[in-house]
């Protein structure tokens, strides 16, 4: 479900220091891949290293599942 930015913006989901949710966004009438940097309030580019957008500059967000693991992850 989408989310306007002017209504809300994502919130930091734990405890633990600079965390992260990578989000499908709607900007400059194209949707992309961002990361919210939750410690920074803004949004980071799709590897999560770089500012790319402030808090409200995109229109929209809905967050994205993580991605299932990979086989060297799996135990």
């Given amino acids: 479900m ?3 930015t002017v209504d809300a913006l ?10 992260q949710i ?5 900007v400059n009438g194209a949707y992309e891949v961002a990361v ?3 410690e920074h309030d803004c949004w980071d580019d799709a590897e999560g ?3 790319r957008y402030h808090p409200k500059q995109p229109r929209c967000w809905m967050p994205l599942d993580a991605p299932p693991p990979t086989p ?3 135990p």
Avoid: A
Avoid at 10 to 19: Q, V
């Fill in 2 to 4: 989408w989310t306007e």
């Fill in 10 to 19: 994502p919130i930091k989901p734990g405890k633990s220091s600079y965390e």
């Fill in 72 to 74: 060297q992850e799996t």
């Fill in 36 to 38: 919210w940097n939750c």
């Fill in 49 to 51: 290293d770089d500012f």
């Fill in 22 to 26: 990578c989000c499908l966004i709607y």
